[in-house]
C-alpha cells in the first residue's frame, strides 16, 4: 500500500524557491490567472490554425513552463523543437548582444512554427530569432509570448498571441529567472533588491 506523505512543515514557496533576504518578491499574476489565459491563448491558436501540425519552438530556458502548458492547452498534433540563444548576464541587465548557444534539431522547412517565447522585452531577441527562421522557408510563422514589457521595445517586432501586457518591472517565476533562480515559482512575479526596493531595470 503506498505511504502517505508525511505532512510537510509550512514553508514558503517562495523561500523554498531560493529566495535571498536582500531579494523581496510580489506576486504580479497568479498562476490561476495564467492558467486561464494560457488556455483563452491555445483557443486563438487553434482558431488560426485549426487541423494543422502546429510545431512549437521553445526559447530556452524561460519559455519551458508556458510551453508545457499550452502544448497541453492546444490539442491537435504538436511537436516541439528548443533554441538556446543569450542576450542577457548573470542579472537583470541585457548585453544587447545575441548570441546562439544551441540551434534547433530539425529542420522547419514548409512547417507551421510557433516561436514561443516567455517575455518581449526589448525584442531584440525575438528579432533576431525571427531572421534566423525566415531565411529557413517555414510555412508559417508565429510567435506566442506570455508576457510583454511594451515599454521596453527597442526593435521593431511584435508578438501574434500575447499573455499579459506588463509594467517595466523585473519579474521572475513560471520559468523565468533572476540568476538562474525562482523558475519554478508558479506566479509571475516581481522582483526588487534591497531595501528601498529598487530594481536595476529602473535605475
Ligand atoms: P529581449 O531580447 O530584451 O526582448 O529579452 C528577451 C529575454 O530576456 C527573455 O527571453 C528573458 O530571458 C530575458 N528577460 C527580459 N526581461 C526579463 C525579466 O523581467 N525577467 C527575466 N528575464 C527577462
Excluded: W
Amino acid at each position: 500500500m503506498p505511504t502517505k506523505p508525511a505532512n510537510p512543515a509550512k514553508r514558503s514557496t517562495k523561500m523554498s524557491a531560493g529566495q535571498r533576504a536582500e531579494e523581496s518578491l510580489r506576486v504580479l499574476i497568479s498562476h490561476s490567472r495564467i492558467r486561464a489565459r494560457v488556455r483563452q491563448m491555445a483557443q486563438e491558436i487553434r482558431r488560426d490554425f485549426p487541423d494543422e501540425p502546429m510545431h512549437l519552438v521553445g526559447v530556452l530556458k524561460g519559455s519551458i513552463l508556458f510551453l508545457a502548458d499550452l502544448a497541453r492547452e492546444l490539442g491537435g498534433e504538436v511537436s516541439f523543437d528548443f533554441i538556446s540563444v543569450s542576450s542577457y548576464g548573470k542579472g537583470m541587465d541585457s548585453t544587447g548582444e545575441v548570441k546562439m548557444i544551441k540551434d534547433l534539431d530539425v529542420s522547419i522547412e514548409g512547417r507551421s512554427v510557433l516561436v514561443v517565447e516567455d517575455i518581449l522585452d526589448t525584442g531584440l531577441t525575438l528579432k533576431y530569432l525571427l531572421r534566423l527562421f525566415e531565411e529557413r522557408k517555414p510555412k508559417h510563422l508565429r510567435v506566442a509570448v506570455l508576457l510583454d514589457k511594451v515599454e521596453r521595445r527597442i526593435a521593431d517586432v511584435r508578438a501574434d498571441y500575447t499573455g499579459f501586457v506588463i509594467p517595466n518591472e523585473f519579474v521572475v517565476g513560471y520559468g523565468l529567472d533572476y540568476d538562474e533562480r525562482y523558475r519554478n515559482l508558479p506566479d509571475v512575479c516581481v522582483v526588487r533588491l534591497g531595501p528601498g526596493g529598487k530594481t536595476k531595470v529602473e535605475a
